[in-house]
């Protein structure tokens, strides 16, 4: 129902091969999330870069990510998903292969930015064709579920890998890993990935990307920029009055606009609404996390790119048992036992790190990483249900597009604010562990709305709004 043809033609032929070919897009992109961050101090060493420029390494690419995430599926539902998809992996390579020759931070900045175009037509895009090819509410749980494991895995393996190419090779080598995952995709995309399009695709909203692309733009550089340029300075009021304004022109636009980029009635669901706020909760305090421990531990610590790689495996082997559980839970269960276990493992180990310091025993870092692991592993497959879940099945495109840009919303904001933080407090006297305190309780307060939205969002109130959102939608239950 909703699509042209072919797609029904996929469910009954190779549905789980078409799983894997996505999958394979999406541990692309959730690897390179990642496997930047070991390598900061070493892209710091050789581009001298300031660490607002580190920043904007890691934020030109969410926030184009974040920016174009519903605009990409809007396209993929107008001129097909698999030739989005296969253009989305043409240009990640191409970025890619531009980032690993970048000679300066403006360059690789810009770069990606390109990266960021290609990653924003990739997993919402590959999520719809997800959801399309698993028609059955229950075939279609557990595909999202094994989506949302593969996506903990591949954040995972990041650092891992990424600490290994930076020592042994170098940075630029964590850039080159992409092209042949790319490549292969691609093929395997071309060769078994039907094409499939909305039977009434929506139509564009450029007012509506214009306003979120200049509102986040505008916010993410006033944070980052802030600390070096003034809080009070001209440029540093006017990118928070833009961003400002672009919100409130956003929130009075999309109501009366006749076919809007995001149907704010969408938020009427509870579940929906909720995995935006866990989108955002749990992914700002991830990217916040990777990005002060990657420079903690090789700049306090003193540790190399591939020890800072093994210090975060405990991160790595919880959030790939738990991600798989978790994805397996959400199936049988539904999404409140893996929330609950989310939380609780986000509030312990962020609170564990309030008191950081450089001689912070080995034990307690490496249980604060093993626990936030949990935490993340657990919690992505329930946001990625949530986020479906709480939609009708032709709107399920445009709901993990949403999910999708509020994770990203969140990790730029978690680098712009964690970075700041630090930067404000080494100009003000405090060592880098010390300064690094008020972002850990920020975190801490993080992981208690995890737990708290966990449960709320499965209640039986959260439940009945579901079908009253539909209905609102214009389209029965499932």
């Known amino acids: 129902m909703g699509n042209i043809l072919n797609d029904s033609k996929a469910a009954a032929v190779r549905?789980?091969?078409?799983?894997?070919?996505?999958?394979?897009?999406?541990?692309?992109?959730?690897?390179?999330?990642?496997?930047?961050?070991?390598?900061?101090?070493?892209?710091?060493?050789?581009?001298?870069?300031?660490?607002?420029?580190?920043?904007?390494?890691?934020?030109?690419?969410?926030?184009?990510?974040?920016?174009?995430?519903?605009?990409?599926?809007?396209?993929?539902?107008?001129f097909g998903r698999r030739r989005v998809f296969q253009i989305g992996l043409v240009l990640f390579i191409s970025g890619s292969l531009l980032c690993s020759l970048a000679h300066g931070i403006g360059q690789l900045t810009a770069f990606r930015a390109l990266q960021g175009l290609g990653a924003s037509m990739l997993n919402p895009v590959a999520l719809s064709i997800i959801a399309n090819v698993f028609p059955a509410p229950r075939d279609r749980a557990r595909a999202v579920g094994i989506w949302g494991a593969v996506a903990g895995i591949s954040l995972a393996l990041g650092p891992l890998i990424g600490g290994a190419l930076t020592e042994s090779v170098g940075w630029r080598a964590i850039f080159w890993i992409n092209v042949p995952i790319g490549l292969a995709a691609v093929a395997l995309a071309a060769r078994f990935i039907p094409e499939s399009k909305a039977a009434r695709a929506r139509a564009l909203d450029p007012l509506g990307q214009l306003l979120v692309f200049t509102g986040l733009a505008s916010l993410c550089g006033a944070l980052i920029e802030g600390s070096q340029r003034g809080w009070s300075s001209p440029w540093i009021v006017a990118l928070f009055a833009t961003a400002a304004i672009s919100a409130v022109g956003f929130l009075t636009y999309e109501p009366i606009c006749k076919e809007p980029l995001l149907d704010l009635r969408f938020f009427r669901s509870v579940p929906f609404s909720s995995a935006t706020l866990l989108a955002v909760s749990a992914f700002s305090s991830f990217a916040g996390f990777l990005f002060l421990n990657a420079l903690y531990l090789q700049q306090v610590r003193g540790l190399s790119a591939v020890h800072t790689g093994l210090y975060t495996l405990p991160l790595a082997i919880s959030m790939t048992i738990c991600a798989p559980l978790s994805g397996r839970l959400v199936g049988t269960y539904g999404p409140r036992p893996s929330l609950l276990a989310a939380g609780t493992g986000f509030l312990i180990s962020t609170w564990l790190l309030t008191g950081l310091s450089a001689h912070t025993s080995l034990a307690v870092l490496l249980a604060a990483y093993a626990l936030f692991g949990v935490g993340l592993g657990m919690v992505n497959p329930a946001i990625t249900n949530n986020a479906v879940a709480g939609m009708p099945l032709s709107q399920a495109g445009v709901a993990a597009a949403i999910a999708s840009t509020s994770r990203q919303v969140g990790a730029a904001l978690g680098v712009a604010v964690?970075?700041?933080?630090?930067?404000?407090?080494?100009?003000?006297?405090?060592?880098?562990?010390?300064?690094?305190?008020?972002?850990?309780?920020?975190?801490?307060?993080?992981?208690?709305?995890?737990?708290?939205?966990g449960w709320i969002s499965t209640s039986r109130w959260a439940l009945a709004s579901v079908e009253r959102t539909r209905h609102l939608l214009g389209e029965a239950a499932r």
Do not use: E, K
């Not at 897009?25 to 710091?44: C, K, Y």
């Not at 630090?422 to 993080?446: E, K, L, N, Y």
């Open 15 to 78: 549905p789980n091969l078409i799983l894997s070919i996505c999958c394979l897009s999406l541990l692309l992109v959730g690897m390179d999330v990642t496997i930047v961050n070991v390598a900061m101090p070493a892209i710091q060493r050789d581009l001298h870069a300031s660490l607002s420029g580190l920043q904007w390494i890691v934020d030109s690419y969410t926030l184009v990510v974040a920016s174009l995430l519903m605009f990409s599926g809007a396209m993929s539902d107008r």
């Open 418 to 453: 964690a970075g700041t933080v630090a930067a404000v407090s080494q100009r003000a006297g405090v060592d880098f562990a010390r300064g690094t305190h008020p972002i850990w309780w920020a975190m801490t307060g993080c992981g208690a709305v995890v737990w708290l939205v």
